[in-house]
Every structure is written in structure tokens, then in C-alpha cells.
């Protein structure tokens, strides 16, 4: 197997003089590495909107506990969907929210599948940090794999395996995957090589570490961060049916090779309204999660409902967006905004005062969002997501039965009503961006 040949040669002594040439040029295709997925890191775990301590269903998967809320001495296994192909790729591993420096081990990637953790063991592949089977990521850092030659299509679900050596402190995660990810128990050694799964025995539905994949693919035209809060990332729907899920599946039936980050988080502000309860709101956080991705060119933000749930005025929201539209302007982005979309939810604080004071706010907003000529295109969510008819009512039909958040049926009617053409005016030549 690839993995244990690679293995072997590192403990042997490291690199041979043609793995170092192979990998120094991988590294300098830099400009052909593009996103194909992403995901906003958030805790310190159990730091999240949906966290909760459980004990195993008898019969059922055990659930994750971690003793003192850290990984000790054991291994990982993340499922994730890229939204491109490519022909290598490198994995980033985040100790964002870290008080310690962390010691990734035997950091693999394998075709696998979204519901069990088992692998295709003849796929599986070793992922170095500088030539090296482990690396080490210091407190507050993202750590980046090297370039590391793997052949996978668009779609197919791939799974990273890593072990945490010793105690790893406060753990950097993104707090709700909506799909299963696996666990091995506490002090369980290095079981990254177990293509059967069998040692993942806790399963967890956050994505823990793992903070990106880069893709070197030729034809790919680059990569678009959405960015926003849980209408975002996905709430309560598994399986890849987020809206920013179908927009990719649009693009790849397009025939446009263009990557698609979901950088939502759950609960998150535009503004500083929550105290960074939820993620550090997207005026602290727009560098981190889009600027600082590979090869993005264009940015799409939905964000601001939150905002307005706790009280925030539609100037100060309208002032947070002018922030980043301007960082993402100086770093020579695209930029689409989304309107906010209805809501008649009671369980999260847009009502008894909804009608009257929150209501009118996101009417502000959503004016000033459509009508600004800071941004290169406007995707008006609000329109296909209300009651026809009804200004401000949601419709039911499109949504949970929290009406704040869009069932399967809406992500697809949010993905399904964007304009293509307007999207990919950052990927066209000549580019069709305000500068």
C-alpha cells in the first residue's frame, strides 16, 4: 500500500533525493492550487449552537467524549465532499484556538464515504508537512500539507485521517458537520491505517482540526468563498444540501471548474453583537476564512439575520459589510451580496418584536443591499424565499419548522436561483469585477 511505502521511507531517513525534487515542484505550481473545500474553524470545543454531552444508545455508535474536553493520544477521521477535482492536493489542519503546539502524526487521505469510516485501502495516501510524516502546529497556526499527488474527481467523498500525539489542549473545530465524523477512543494509539474503520468508534458531528483542501487542477478558474451564518453552513441538513452544496453541482454541471468554499457558521454575526459566542464575527474573521484561501477570486456574502436578532440596527450591519467588501476590493475580489432572507421564528428572538422593529430593519438592509453600487451583483434570497404575496412572511414550504431555516427544498431553491452568468464574472476574461 502507498501509505506504508511512504512510511517506510520517511522513518528510513526521510525523503529520497527524487521525492524532494517531486515535491519542490509541486509546491511551486502554487498558482494552479485552487480551494475545493473549506469549513470556518470555531470552539474551543465543546464551544457550538448545537453541542450537548450524551452516553451511547445501546446498539448505536458511541458518541465522542473527550476527558477534559482535549484529544490524548489518538486518531481522526473526517469525511469531507470537494467541490473540484484534481490531480494533487495538501490538507490544512488548524490549532487556531490552541494554548499548546500540536503534534499531527501519520496525516493521510483516502476515497471513502460519507456515512461509515471505512476507506479504499489501496487509495489511501501519506500526506508529509516539508517531507516529513508529521508537523507540528503551533498554538494559534493553520498547518499545510505538501503537495502530494492524488487523482480524484469532483463529488467524490474523501476521508483525512491524522493521530494527535499526547494531549492536545483546547481542540479547534467546527462545531456542526450535519454529517457523522469519526473518533477513535482516548488513548488508543496511532489507528490511521485501519481501512476497515473498526478503531473509529466515536462519531461526532463536528469536523475537528481539519480546516481545508487545496487542489492543484490546470483548469480550474479559482475558487468562490460564500460566507455567512447557518442558512450557510447547512443547518439540520446532511448529506451535502446546503445551498452552497447545489450551487457547486450547478457549476460542475456547467462544465465550470470553479471551487466552492462554505465558510458559514452557525449563529454568526456580521457585527461584534454576540461577543464572539458565535465564531468572531466576519469583520474579525473575513481575512482568515477568505483572503487567506488558495486561489479564491471571488467572494459571495449571506450575513446580517443574527445581526438583527439581537438587536443590531440596519446602519451599523450596513457598515460591517462596507468593511470587508473594502478588505476583499484591496485584495482584488469579486463581491456578491445576498439579501436577508424571512423569517417568523419565536424560539430564536425574532418575535413578539419582529413585526415592528426587526422586521423593518431587515427591509433596510435589504434595500441598501440591493440598491449599493459596492458590490458586483446582488442574489435576492428574500424574493424567492417569501410567501408570494407576503413582503415579510417566509414560505412555510421552504423551510424547517423553525421558519428561520430552509429545508432541503429551500437550500435547493436558494441554490437553484442564482445566475450563474453573475457568479462567475470573477472567473471570465476579461474579469467583470468592479476593481
Known sequence: MAFCLASLLLACGGENPAQTNTRVAMQANESAVVGAWATAPYGPYPLGPLTRDGTPTPGAPEVALFPGNQANNQSFRMI?????????????LSNLVGDRPIRFENISIAKGNPLTPNIEASTQTLLTVRGQAFGVAQAGEELITDLIP???????????????????????????????????????GDQTQDATGTAFQQVSVGWFFISGLDVLNPQA????VTIGDSITDGAYQVLNQRWPDFLAQ?????????????????????????????????????QRDVLSRSGVKSVLILEGTNDLGAGVDAPEIIEGLKTVIAQAREAGLCVYLGTILPRADVAFGWFPDGPTVKEPRRQVL?????TTDLADGVLDFDAVMRLPGAEMLPNAALYTPDLLHPNSLGFKTMGDAIDLETVLGGFGRPRRCKQ
Not at 460542475?252 to 464575527?281: F, Y
Open 80 to 92: 469531507i465532499h470537494p467541490t473540484i477535482g484534481g490531480q494533487a492536493l495538501r490538507v490544512r
Open 150 to 188: 492524488f487523482v480524484f474527481e469532483a463529488g467524490e467523498d474523501l476521508a483525512v485521517s491524522f493521530h494527535v500525539a499526547g494531549e492536545s489542549g483546547p481542540m479547534t473545530w467546527h462545531a456542526v458537520s450535519f454529517a457523522p465524523q469519526f473518533i477513535a477512543r482516548p488513548n488508543s
Open 221 to 224: 478558474k479559482g475558487a468562490l
Open 250 to 286: 450547478r457549476l460542475q454541471a456547467a462544465g465550470e471548474t470553479v471551487g466552492v468554499l462554505n465558510q458559514g457558521i452557525n449563529s454568526n454575526t456580521v457585527t461584534d453583537a454576540r461577543d464572539g459566542a458565535a465564531g468572531p464575527p466576519l469583520v474579525k474573521r473575513f
Open 366 to 370: 435589504n434595500a441598501w443591499i440591493r
